[in-house]
Each structure stands twice: as structure tokens, then as C-alpha cells.
């Protein structure tokens, strides 16, 4: 698990997920609306009602956990042994179990997910976070691990990514407290394109490279160059996420006029005068001093 597969499918899906949460991150920074509980136009209420309910977003982390998982057991010829017969024993497959872990730890953000939006009475946002924060805990623990008997070019990938992982685990703990932050989200999203991208970009730098021969640990352009090539994959996110984000905005004002009409009915509701409501009140005031002379005058006749 630990080769080319291995670095490049669990990208492939982290960047994936990265594109999604940069279109419902930017949508809701359009509109102003909510990420949490985003309002969404009305459904049928039919047969299939239920379906527009349900966590895609969860299912996807079970399913994609649990695949990765049965990757990683399949892989391996004799199984997932975890130590060998041998006297003394000795432990077995060590990046193979922390890789498993990883996998295992996804399909559990998976399971929160579905419990907290589908089966919980009430929805439980602090549970949702603090399980993924919890995670990327573990996952940077791994990784460290992961990284020690790494030397050269892959020492400085493997560096390089948990430094993306250590920036995302202080927005996600950050978001304990401003759980519907949208610049947080827009961080967060960027770093889940980094991650991605960067674990793809590992899998052809260590297994895979372009030019068919093997990058050098000793030499230290190579590894100067892992770090530019880092410096690109930036770039390259901050520019997709910002694209994004235009065509988005061009897509929703100009091709959706449905999402506009709704917004300018709508407007009249949360806007508010002041002046206008200053001028009811002392309209209310004086008439109400008016009644108390009435009543005054009447009183005495």
C-alpha cells in the first residue's frame, strides 16, 4: 500500500473533496448563506423526499474508508499480520497498519456524519468537528511516525505534508469555536486541495517519476525542487479556488435567475429603514398622548 497507489488514490479523493467544498463554500459566500444549515429551494414532498435528507457527504467517507481499508488488507499476500512467528517476534507491515488506521478513522468521520445529520434527533455540529479534529490529531501523529525512517527526497514530501496537515488541524480546531465561519472554511477547503494535490504529486515523485529514473537523495537539487514543486501546487490551488469562485459567481448571477428572484423577494424582509420606523414610533407616541388627553378632559366635564 505503501507505493504509488497508495499516495495517489487517497489524493485523488482529498483534492475531490476539496473541489466540492470550494463550490458549496463559495455559493454560500455569494448568497451570504449559511454553511451549517444552508437553505436549500423547496422539494417535493413526495415518496422520495427522504433522499434530499440524507448525507452524501457521509456515505462518501464510509464508502471511500472502507474501499481504501479492504485495499490495504487485499494488498498484502499473507493478510494483515501484526507480528511474525518468529522468536523473538517482531512486529509486522508497520507503515501498512498506520496506513489502515488512517483508512479506518475515515470511514468513522463517515459514520459521525450520518449519525449526526440523519439518525440524531438534532443535529450535533461540536460532535461532527470534534471527531475531525480528533482525526487529523491522530493523523499527524501518524505521519510524524510515518516520516522517520524516511531520508532525502521523500523526508522533504513527507515534511511538506505535515505541514499542511499540522495548518488544517489549527483551522479545524479553530472552527470548535466558529463553526460557520466562511473565510475559515475557504482555508480549509484550500488546504484540503493541498493535501490532495501534493499526495498525488508524492506518488509520482517517489514511484512514478516523469522521467523514468529515480530522484536522487543526494543530490540536493532534487530536493531543493520538491520544495518549488510545493511552491507550485500553491499557486496552482489558489488560482483553481479562485476560478472557482468567478465562474461561480458568473454562473449563479447571470444563468440561475430562479436563485436571484428569490433573493430579491426576500430582500425587502431582512432590510429594514430606520428612519422610517423612527417616524411609526412617534406617529404611535402622539397618539397615544392624544387618547390620554381626551380621556383627561372627559374626566373632568
Known amino acids: 500500500m505503501g507505493k504509488f497507489n497508495g499516495h495517489f488514490y487517497p489524493g485523488l479523493y482529498l483534492f475531490s473533496y476539496g473541489l466540492y467544498q470550494t463550490i ?8 451570504n448563506d449559511s454553511l451549517l444549515y444552508p437553505s436549500h429551494p423547496p422539494r417535493s414532498k413526495g415518496r422520495w423526499a427522504m433522499l434530499w ?7 462518501l467517507k464510509m464508502v471511500t474508508g472502507s474501499i481504501l481499508t479492504a485495499y490495504v488488507v487485499i494488498c498484502l499476500d499473507d493478510g494483515m499480520v501484526l507480528m511474525s512467528k518468529q522468536v523473538p517476534p517482531r ?18 468521520i463517515g459514520c459521525v456524519d450520518v449519525m449526526s445529520k440523519n439518525l440524531l434527533p438534532q443535529r450535533c455540529v461540536v460532535l461532527e ?10 493523523l499527524l501523529l501518524l505521519l510524524v511516525s ?7 527526497v521523500e523526508l522533504q514530501v513527507h515534511a511538506l505534508l ?6 488544517l488541524l489549527l483551522v479545524l480546531t479553530t472552527e470548535l469555536w466558529a463553526p460557520d465561519t466562511s473565510y475559515l472554511w475557504l482555508i480549509e477547503t484550500f488546504l484540503f486541495l493541498m493535501m490532495g494535490s501534493w499526495l498525488m504529486q508524492a506518488g509520482f515523485i517517489l514511484y512514478k517519476p516523469v522521467t523514468g529514473y529515480p530522484w536522487q537523495d543526494d543530490d540536493m537539487s532534487d530536493i531543493i525542487f520538491v520544495t518549488t514543486f510545493f511552491c ?12 472557482i469562485y468567478g465562474l461561480s459567481s458568473f454562473w449563479y448571477h447571470w444563468f440561475n435567475p430562479s436563485l436571484k428572484l428569490t433573493g430579491s423577494k426576500e430582500a425587502p424582509y431582512q432590510t429594514s429603514h430606520p ?12 397618539s397615544e398622548k392624544d387618547d390620554q388627553a381626551l380621556l383627561l378632559a372627559t374626566s373632568s366635564l
Do not use: D, R
Open 24 to 31: 458549496v463554500v463559495s455559493k454560500a459566500m455569494i448568497f
Open 146 to 152: 510515518h516520516s522517520q525512517a524516511s531520508v532525502g
Open 53 to 59: 435528507t440524507i448525507s452524501y457527504g457521509g456515505l
Open 232 to 243: 507550485w501546487h500553491v499557486m496552482i490551488n489558489a488560482s483553481c479556488q479562485l476560478g
Open 275 to 286: 428612519g422610517l420606523l423612527y417616524k411609526l414610533l412617534q406617529e404611535v407616541e402622539q
Open 129 to 138: 468537528k470534534s471527531t475531525m479534529v480528533l482525526t487529523f490529531y491522530v
Open 91 to 108: 512486529f509486522m507491515y508497520p507503515k501498512e497498519w498506520q496506513h489502515l488506521t488512517m483508512f479506518i478513522l475515515l470511514t468513522l
Open 162 to 167: 505535515i505541514l499542511v496537515v499540522f495548518l
